[in-house]
């Protein structure tokens, strides 16, 4: 099972769970169905995304468990509750946590759940989840981390318990710059094995060092496109979860979300939602 | 503080964090001291990328000032005399983007795009 975790920012959405399809301008999650924007709202972008990979691989459709939360963080405390019951009956192969709010006691726990499982998944963070398993020094119990260079910077950062707090900043988001920056992390243990810190230029990176780096197709608009970094969160699970071996899912997960771009021809203004539908498609181009 | 520095020799005050080294601009241009925004030099990066640059006769009044503040500083370095500096203009982490229609907003790593004219927000990217 590929199992994708996090919240949205709707008031009122229950606990959630069960398996996921997502359709143009509609995502089903169990029996909740997300319509219009709503489809790529918080960590519906990712699970968008995900589903729409998997359909194009014809693998097993994702399962998801997410609940509302406007940043009062009930939401993500009553998620972790039930994930810390049901983890080990679900049996992830790949497991995904994205939006989600502070949280130590209930993170954690998560956490030892997952490494004492017979089988444990390959645990992905982003976002979020990213922030939190660093700041309370959890980062090697994951295996992969999809950064952005300013949640790199936090990574990097060995002291700085929050991610407004750090004593690095980016001037220029160069290759130097994400190279140093993702050694200084791994080299103190704030970076998992693999990450793929997603910028103008994407980088992969193996324990410390960058292996690979996916510049093209270039398409300038998607930088101001918000979600563009949640769907590659997306494909990249889908990929390892279809057993692609995890640096090669990173690069092509990459280039996927570039494709993705191109077909759609954005403007600025383009929403994300109008973009996930070319998942398919992109997923053809990069794998043939 | 060493004494009998030459009045050209620069300092170089350093910081573990961003919001000393805004702060310290601000209370010792309030002070009417002369100070440029740099980054340090690779060597001297065991704080936050911005430090500031003063005459070296400066540092001990800068120092008392900074202390009667609060704003806590990592060090300060005496810079060998033709050691260059770059510049940083703070200014300059907030850049714009020139697309036919809209118009990007960067401020590290957020961006916002409006519409040329309206004004109106169309994306919000970088705020995960």
Redesign the interface.
């Known amino acids: 099972m590929l199992l994708l975790v996090g919240t949205m920012p709707i008031e009122d959405m229950p606990l959630t769970h069960g398996p996921c399809k997502y359709q143009e301008d509609k995502l089903t999650i169990g029996d909740y169905t997300l319509e219009h924007d709503y489809v790529t709202i918080g960590t519906a972008a990712m699970i968008s995304a995900a589903s729409a990979t998997c359909q194009a691989l014809n693998i097993k459709e994702p399962h998801a468990v997410v609940m509302g939360d406007i940043g009062m963080g009930e939401g993500t405390l009553k998620m972790f509750k039930f994930l810390n019951d049901e983890v080990v009956n679900l049996k992830p192969k790949v497991l995904t946590i994205h ?1 989600i709010l502070p949280s130590r006691e209930q993170f954690t726990k998560l956490v030892e759940t997952v490494g004492a499982m017979d089988e444990k998944p390959f645990f992905i963070a ?3 989840a990213l922030l939190n398993a660093k700041a309370i020094k959890l980062s090697r119990k994951f295996d992969l981390f999809t950064p ?4 790199l910077s936090f990574l990097a950062d060995e002291d700085a318990a929050h991610p407004a ?7 220029e988001v160069d290759n130097t710059e994400v190279a140093r920056l993702s050694k200084e992390a791994y080299e103190h243990e704030d970076a998992p094995q693999y990450m793929l810190v997603k910028s103008a230029i994407d980088h992969i990176v193996v324990n410390g060092e960058v292996v690979g780096v996916v510049k093209e197709p270039l398409v ?2 998607l ?8 769907t590659i969160t997306g494909i990249v699970s889908a990929l390892i979860y279809s057993g692609i071996e995890p640096a090669d899912a990173c690069m092509k997960a990459a280039q996927i979300n570039r494709f993705m771009g191109e077909l759609a021809s954005p ?5 994300i939602a109008k973009l996930i539908k070319h998942i398919p498609e992109a997923v053809k181009k990069v794998i043939s | 503080m060493p004494e009998g520095k030459p009045e050209e020799e620069k300092a170089l005050i350093v910081f ?4 000393h080294a805004l702060r310290g601009k601000h209370v010792l241009e309030q002070a009417g001291l002369k100070i440029k925004e740099v ?1 340090p030099p690779p060597e001297y990066r065991t ?4 430090a500031l640059e003063l005459s070296a006769t400066e540092v001990d009044a800068a120092e008392r000032i900074l202390d009667e503040k609060n704003v806590l500083i990592l060090d300060i370095l005496f810079m060998p005399k033709d050691t260059k500096l770059v510049p ?1 203009y703070l200014t ?2 907030i850049k714009t ?1 020139d ?1 036919p ?2 118009t ?1 907003v960067r401020c ?4 916002i ?1 409006y ?1 040329k004219g309206t004004g109106i927000i ?7």
């Open positions: 939006y982003d976002a979020g952005d260079p300013g949640e707090y750090v004593q690095h900043f980016i001037f300038p608009a930088e101001a496109i918000g979600g563009t970094g949640d403007t600025p203004a383009t929403a | 573990d964090y961003i919001y980054a704080g936050c990328d911005l940083v300059k982490l983007t697309f229609d809209y990007m590290g790593n957020m961006k795009t519409q169309v994306n919000i990217s970088g705020g995960g």
